[in-house]
Protein backbone atom coordinates (compact mmCIF):
# COMPACT_ATOMS: atom_id res chain seq x y z
CA UNK A 1 0.00 0.00 0.00
CA UNK A 2 1.28 3.23 -0.91
CA UNK A 3 -0.11 6.73 1.13
CA UNK A 4 0.79 9.90 -0.85
CA UNK A 5 1.09 13.31 1.38
CA UNK A 6 1.16 16.75 -0.52
CA UNK A 7 1.99 19.89 0.63
CA UNK A 8 3.22 23.36 -0.48
CA UNK A 9 0.58 25.11 -1.30
CA UNK A 10 -0.05 28.43 -0.81
CA UNK A 11 -1.12 31.90 -1.93
CA UNK A 12 1.02 33.53 -4.51
CA UNK A 13 0.90 36.59 -6.59
CA UNK A 14 0.44 36.15 -10.00
CA UNK A 15 4.01 36.14 -11.81
CA UNK A 16 5.03 33.81 -8.78
CA UNK A 17 6.60 30.62 -8.53
CA UNK A 18 5.47 27.84 -5.95
CA UNK A 19 6.74 24.16 -5.43
CA UNK A 20 4.67 21.48 -4.33
CA UNK A 21 5.87 18.29 -2.48
CA UNK A 22 4.21 15.04 -2.71
CA UNK A 23 5.38 12.59 0.02
CA UNK A 24 5.38 8.88 -0.68
CA UNK A 25 5.26 6.43 1.63
CA UNK A 26 5.72 2.33 0.88
CA UNK A 27 7.66 0.92 -1.49
CA UNK A 28 7.35 2.11 -4.90
CA UNK A 29 8.42 -0.21 -7.29
CA UNK A 30 10.45 -0.19 -10.59
CA UNK A 31 6.58 0.43 -12.73
CA UNK A 32 5.09 3.22 -10.49
CA UNK A 33 3.98 6.43 -11.79
CA UNK A 34 4.06 9.51 -10.02
CA UNK A 35 0.91 11.94 -11.59
CA UNK A 36 -0.15 15.65 -10.66
CA UNK A 37 -3.33 16.92 -11.62
CA UNK A 38 -5.91 19.66 -10.43
CA UNK A 39 -9.60 19.88 -10.32
CA UNK A 40 -11.25 23.17 -9.82
CA UNK A 41 -14.95 23.22 -8.17
CA UNK A 42 -17.76 21.71 -10.90
CA UNK A 43 -15.00 20.63 -13.02
CA UNK A 44 -13.24 17.64 -14.46
CA UNK A 45 -9.91 16.58 -12.62
CA UNK A 46 -7.25 17.46 -15.52
CA UNK A 47 -4.11 16.13 -15.80
CA UNK A 48 -1.10 18.17 -15.16
CA UNK A 49 2.31 16.30 -15.65
CA UNK A 50 3.39 12.85 -14.38
CA UNK A 51 7.35 10.82 -13.79
CA UNK A 52 7.85 7.42 -14.15
CA UNK A 53 9.64 5.91 -11.86
CA UNK A 54 11.64 3.29 -13.60
CA UNK A 55 13.26 6.19 -16.30
CA UNK A 56 12.55 9.36 -14.95
CA UNK A 57 10.28 10.09 -17.76
CA UNK A 58 8.42 12.82 -17.58
CA UNK A 59 5.47 14.55 -19.40
CA UNK A 60 3.30 17.44 -19.36
CA UNK A 61 -0.14 18.98 -20.86
CA UNK A 62 0.20 21.31 -23.33
CA UNK A 63 -1.30 24.21 -20.98
CA UNK A 64 1.77 23.87 -18.48
CA UNK A 65 4.79 22.62 -20.70
CA UNK A 66 7.61 25.36 -20.34
CA UNK A 67 5.63 26.22 -17.20
CA UNK A 68 5.86 23.51 -14.34
CA UNK A 69 8.47 21.32 -14.00
CA UNK A 70 8.57 17.71 -12.26
CA UNK A 71 11.40 16.44 -10.31
CA UNK A 72 12.21 14.08 -7.82
CA UNK A 73 14.44 12.66 -4.78
CA UNK A 74 14.13 8.96 -4.77
CA UNK A 75 15.68 8.14 -1.77
CA UNK A 76 13.20 10.05 0.04
CA UNK A 77 10.28 8.70 -2.19
CA UNK A 78 9.53 12.33 -3.22
CA UNK A 79 8.45 13.99 -5.94
CA UNK A 80 8.41 17.63 -6.65
CA UNK A 81 6.13 20.50 -8.61
CA UNK A 82 7.24 23.61 -9.66
CA UNK A 83 5.23 26.03 -11.01
CA UNK A 84 6.40 29.08 -12.22
CA UNK A 85 5.11 32.32 -13.83
CA UNK A 86 1.58 31.71 -12.40
CA UNK A 87 -1.91 33.07 -13.39
CA UNK A 88 -5.01 33.46 -11.44
CA UNK A 89 -6.65 30.68 -13.59
CA UNK A 90 -3.69 28.04 -11.93
CA UNK A 91 -5.42 28.42 -8.96
CA UNK A 92 -6.96 25.75 -7.39
CA UNK A 93 -6.55 22.15 -5.63
CA UNK A 94 -3.42 19.63 -6.76
CA UNK A 95 -3.23 16.64 -6.23
CA UNK A 96 -0.48 13.76 -6.65
CA UNK A 97 -1.43 10.41 -7.33
CA UNK A 98 0.33 6.94 -8.05
CA UNK A 99 -0.17 4.09 -10.80
CA UNK A 100 1.78 1.08 -9.05
CA UNK A 101 1.67 -0.23 -13.02
CA UNK A 102 2.69 1.87 -15.17
CA UNK A 103 3.62 1.60 -18.36
CA UNK A 104 7.23 3.37 -19.50
CA UNK A 105 5.65 6.35 -20.74
CA UNK A 106 2.57 7.10 -18.07
CA UNK A 107 -0.82 8.10 -18.06
CA UNK A 108 -2.15 10.81 -18.56
CA UNK A 109 -5.16 9.42 -17.54
CA UNK A 110 -6.89 9.82 -13.94
CA UNK A 111 -8.17 6.18 -13.86
CA UNK A 112 -5.19 4.54 -14.46
CA UNK A 113 -4.15 5.95 -10.99
CA UNK A 114 -4.67 3.72 -7.72
CA UNK A 115 -3.39 6.27 -5.09
CA UNK A 116 -4.38 9.96 -4.34
CA UNK A 117 -3.21 12.46 -1.49
CA UNK A 118 -5.63 14.72 -0.15
CA UNK A 119 -4.78 17.72 -2.41
CA UNK A 120 -3.19 21.07 -1.53
CA UNK A 121 -4.61 24.35 -2.22
CA UNK A 122 -2.98 26.79 -4.77
CA UNK A 123 -4.18 30.43 -4.82
CA UNK A 124 -3.21 32.79 -7.22
CA UNK A 125 -3.83 36.18 -6.54
CA UNK A 126 -4.07 39.16 -9.69
Known amino acids: QVKLVESGGALVQAGGSLKLLCAAS????????MGWFRQAPGKAREFVGL????????DYADSVKGRFTISRDSAENTVYLQMNSLKPEHATVYYC???????????????????WGQGTQVTVSA
Open 97 to 115: AGDPMATDDGSTCDGRYDY
Open 26 to 33: GRLFSNFA
Open 51 to 58: LTWRHGRT
